[in-house]
């Protein structure tokens, strides 16, 4: 059964996403393509998942920018999480808050991948005082999944035990020298985030 984390953190389609230049090169012929998920996905995404009754968001505005607070319910409980953004160059206020919500999004897991995608360099042109890419950027979905695994693995790698007779190694370093004692972890450990790395690693073990 896949978890209302999964369904909020599923990647999108290229056609929900918008692209920007994040930075040109020296003869400004090409730029680095950021991708950002646009608001109305984000919200068509919490009402296929959650419900459009069970999901609401609130501004709070501060110096020089808006807090947003995301609340979600679970198990008839309202569940909040917050991030805010600063007012942005284009519609100030419109901007600042829509970047609000899709960072309050991002906290639930909403789109969150994308920060770890690495940007592809493509051709702009000057536009006005700004560039624009000469071709609407894509993300190759396969791409896009392998970077996502290969980011989830290196997470999982890299944790660090504290405690036991493997103390100060991490869980990479572990699975090379005793598969055995993640299997061992996975029983006996009492922290969920050891655990979880160490099926998803056991899990790629066999695989392989």
């Not at 899709?102 to 994308?114: I, P």
Request: net charge neutral.
């Amino acid at each position: 059964m896949v978890s209302l984390k999964e369904k909020l953190e599923k990647p999108f389609s290229d056609d929900e996403l918008e692209f920007r230049v994040g930075a040109t090169n020296s003869d400004k012929t090409n730029g680095l393509a950021l991708a950002y998920i646009q608001a109305r996905a984000i919200q068509n995404r919490l009402d296929e998942v959650v419900g459009i009754e069970n999901w609401k968001v609130s501004y709070k505005e501060i110096n020089g920018g808006f807090i947003a607070k995301l609340e979600l319910k679970i198990n008839n409980e309202w569940i909040a999480k917050e991030d805010g953004s600063g007012i942005t160059d284009y519609e100030a206020i419109k901007g600042g808050i829509s970047c609000a919500f899709k960072r309050a999004a991002s906290v639930w897991g909403v789109g969150r991948y994308l920060y770890e995608i690495e940007g592809q360099w493509l051709p702009i042109e000057q536009r006005g005082k700004s560039y624009i890419f000469k071709e609407t950027p894509k993300l190759n979905n396969q791409n896009k999944e392998n970077q996502i695994e290969e980011t989830k693995e290196e997470r999982a790698k890299n944790i660090e035990l504290t405690f036991g007779k493997y103390k100060g190694k991490t869980l990479g370093e572990i699975l090379r020298e005793n598969k055995d004692y993640l299997i061992y972890l996975t029983t006996n450990s009492k922290d969920t985030k050891i655990i979880n790395a160490c099926k998803y690693l056991l899990n790629l073990k066999e695989v392989a």
